[in-house]
Each structure stands twice: as C-alpha cells, then as structure tokens.
C-alpha cells in the first residue's frame, strides 16, 4: 500500500497534503483497517473521495454509516469511529470538504502557531468557489510555495499568511505575529518579501506590512554587500580604516561589531533587513547596544541600506563630525541631527 501523502494536483507536487491511493485489488477484509490508517494520519476523519481511492464503494461507504464505523461531519467527510473532534479534526475536514484548498489567514496563523484565534468560522483559500457551514472561503490559486502543511493539515506558508494577515490586523497585531514568528525559528524575510511579491501590488495591507518590518530597499540586500557599500563610502571619504566584524564580549555573550574604531570607542552597524527588520531583532540590537554603552563606553551607530545607498551624504553628516572631534579630518559643515542613525 502506498502511504505517502500529496497536494492536490492543481497546487503541484511539492508539498505534500492528499494521499493518492488507488487500490481497487484490497480485500474486503483489508479495506477498513486502510481506512482506519488513512484517518490515523488525518486526525481522525476522511473524505469520500480518499475512501472512492482506496478502491471503497459508495455503497459500502453507506453501509459503514449505517453500522455507526462512519460519522458525516461536513459533505463528503467523515470521522472514523467516533464523533469526539478536535480542533485539528475540524480543520482538516473543512479542507477535505472543500476540494484544493488550505487553511488561511487567521486560522492559518493558529494552526502555524504564529497567532491564536478565537474566532470559530475556519477561514480557507480554494481555487473555485465553495461554501459550508462556518467556512469563508478566499478564491485564488496560490503558488505551491505559498503552501505548506502544518500539522498534517494543508496551510498557507508564514510568508503567505504574514501577508494575509497584514490588512486583517493593526500594527502591534501584526507586529506580534511576526515577533512569534521569529522567535519560534519560522521568520524568512526573503520568503514574506516573495509572497508579498506574488499576491501582487493590489494586495492589501502592503504598506502595514512595509512600515512593520521597515523593509525600506533592503529586500534584496545581502549582509555582505551592504558592509561592502559602507566600506567604500568610508574610504571615498578617507575616514580611517575601521577592526572588521571585531569580536566582543559583552554580559557573557560573544558578539561581532560590524565596523569599530576602539580609539574613538565607536561602532557601526549596518543593519540589513534580513537580519534586523523584526521586532524581536530590533530589540536583541537595541540591548546589544545598551550593554555596548554601559560596559566599554561604546557608542552605536546604525544605518540601513537605504541611508548607505540612496542617501550616502546622511552617513557622512553623521560621522564626519565624530571623526573631525577625534582630530581626524573628514567632511564637514553644519550638521542637523540625524533621524536614522541613532546615536546610543
């Protein structure tokens, strides 16, 4: 018997969601312990179309209603053995019921364990049109990468649900999803940028979702290639040559200062989005800073790719008077305070 599990094939191959059994030669002996496997596997229940699958009639299927093996719990879907359903159980019959489809939105984020929900209503996304009682079902046909399985039951990714859940929710709302995200090892900014990507400009929510991870032009930055930018605006501006990624010690932890010039006691980060955008890292980084100040006397400095790329002479204004107060000549002029380049 073939056990393995895949989507439906309008979503492609990739991700595994549907067993794909065909078995017409079982046994009658042998096809209620199939099913019972099959329902092991899918939280208690079945879908009539599985059952047809294994090779299992209509009628026999009537008849197992009938004896109490079978209990209908939406059309076409059925708890093997008992009526005791989970919320898990629910879950997966809804998108048994509905052919294609997958948990969204808030109901997503709860089976992802990214964000609870205490609405009742499953919220799914399918490829035509369907209604069922307490489902609202999204039509679209999404990209396979924009699906995945969790807990057995086909979902939208975090990326895709992060996006999703941008016009759903206020800024703190969003905010901690992606803060549980991130802290639960889930968080892909490239993967939320992707899926933002394909749901397309028109997409709601894009400017929330923009202003929470302060994406700015940092999207497709590398680490390396923002540091590298930097090092160049330092030596175009024959500043000294700042230690590179200097190893410190700070509260027992082991750190790495991206740009440090020890006499001057003075660090800078360049933070890419891909690493700094959420706000769990942005908090991580803001004590690092902290501790920077309070243990060795080290003032922080942090700028984005934007600032280093699309607006150079802000870095300049912000450095030059520091380098020209420590004896070293760099640009200079009247200087404003700056907005982005927070000094700790």
């Not at 294994?54 to 059309?75: K, Q, Y």
């Not at 290639?225 to 990624?245: G, I, K, S």
């Amino acid at each position: 018997m073939r056990n393995d599990l895949q989507i439906p094939s309008h979503y492609g191959t990739e991700l595994a969601g549907r067993p794909e059994v065909f078995e017409p030669e079982l046994s009658a002996a042998e096809r209620w312990p199939a099913v019972a496997r099959l329902a092991s596997r899918q939280h208690g229940v079945v879908g009539l179309e599985q059952l047809r699958r294994l090779g299992i009639a209509g009628s026999t299927v009537r008849t197992w209603v009938e004896r109490g093996r079978l209990f209908r719990v939406r059309r076409g879907v059925y708890a093997v053995g008992h009526t005791a359903l989970t919320r898990e159980s629910r879950r997966i019959a809804a998108t048994l019921s509905v052919p294609g489809s997958a948990l969204r939105c808030r109901t997503a984020a709860s089976a992802l364990g990214i964000r609870p929900t205490a609405i009742s209503r499953i919220e799914l996304v399918a490829p035509r049109r369907a209604s069922g009682p307490g489902l609202a079902v999204r039509v679209s046909v999404l990209d396979p990468a924009d699906l995945t399985l969790a807990d057995a039951i086909p979902c939208t990714s975090v990326g895709r649900t992060i996006v999703d859940l941008a016009p759903e929710l206020d800024d703190r709302g969003l905010e901690r999803t992606v803060d549980a995200a991130d802290k639960a090892g889930l968080f892909d900014l490239g993967e939320v940028r992707s899926a933002s990507v394909r749901a397309g400009a028109r997409h709601r929510g894009r400017s929330r979702l923009n202003r929470v991870l302060a994406l700015g032009g940092a999207f497709d930055a590398t680490e390396s290639e923002l540091e590298d930018r930097f090092l160049a605006l330092v030596r175009t501006n024959a500043w000294p040559e700042p230690r590179l990624q200097h190893p410190i010690e700070l509260g027992g932890e082991r750190f790495r200062l991206d740009f440090f010039w020890p006499d001057l006691k003075l660090c800078v980060e360049t933070d890419g989005a891909r690493d700094h955008a959420t706000p769990r890292a942005m908090r991580r980084d803001r004590r690092r800073d902290a501790l920077l100040k309070a243990e060795r006397g080290i003032d922080t400095l942090r700028f984005t790719w934007d600032q280093v790329t699309a607006r150079p002479r802000e870095v300049e204004r912000v450095l030059g008077p520091l380098l020209d107060r420590a004896g070293i000549h760099g640009p200079t002029g009247q200087i404003e305070p700056p907005s982005l380049g927070v000094l700790v």
